[in-house]
């Protein structure tokens, strides 16, 4: 009788296994409809959210004759696919210039998504927090290596993989951040958040292999960064 229940117990798993890869097989869509997922998806949270009196990222609502939602906050879409906002009236002025390899100092909350299409209804879901450091420490990010990775970490990898950029740096945001400036504010002071940049899929990890950052996979994710540049030095 034991071996009866053990023999059906261990059918029983092994079916809900073939299931749940099936499942993955059904879900995993194209690179190029993923792609333009990811796109709809940017443009349907544009039309979603809006920008609070400190730059926090807000759902927004059809009834709402207050706030003004992302789309009408000059969105700015790079031929990455890359999508960024200045906040108005929240830059440094006259501010620094970003470097491409600069030490930056970052205060954000930021998220990323599977931008999926349910029954016509392309969305991004599957919410997962990438960096939050004004509910978490309250203290800036500093150097984050997914902006620029040290070259003594390319250095001392043990593998071929873990030697490349583009394991640890998301391309899209790193190419954004550059069109903004920066403050040069203490760790210290209140945040003020000036803007948001949404990067697809492709211009993060898209289905590559990456850094552990978070225990989770980025394959097919996209990022949405809400942040303040505090400070930056050259490396």
Known sequence: MKKTFLFLALASIAITSCRKDDEEKVTQV????????????????LETHYLDAKGNLKDYVDTDVINVKLSKLNPVTLPSGVIYIMRPNAQPNPGKEIGSSDIVTLMSTSMTYVATDTDGNVAFTSPYSFRNTINGSGIPELDPAYYYVKQSVLDNATTDLAKQRSFYEI??????????????IPNESNYNLQ??????SRAAFARDAHFNYNNISFKDRSFIFNFQVYKTASR
């Open 171 to 184: 391309e899209g945001f790193r190419e954004a951040l550059q069109k903004f400036k920066a403050y040069d």
């Open 195 to 200: 803007g948001v940049i949404i990067v697809p």
């Open 30 to 45: 194209s690179i190029e409809t993923q792609n333009t997922n990811d796109d709809l998806a940017a443009k349907k949270f």
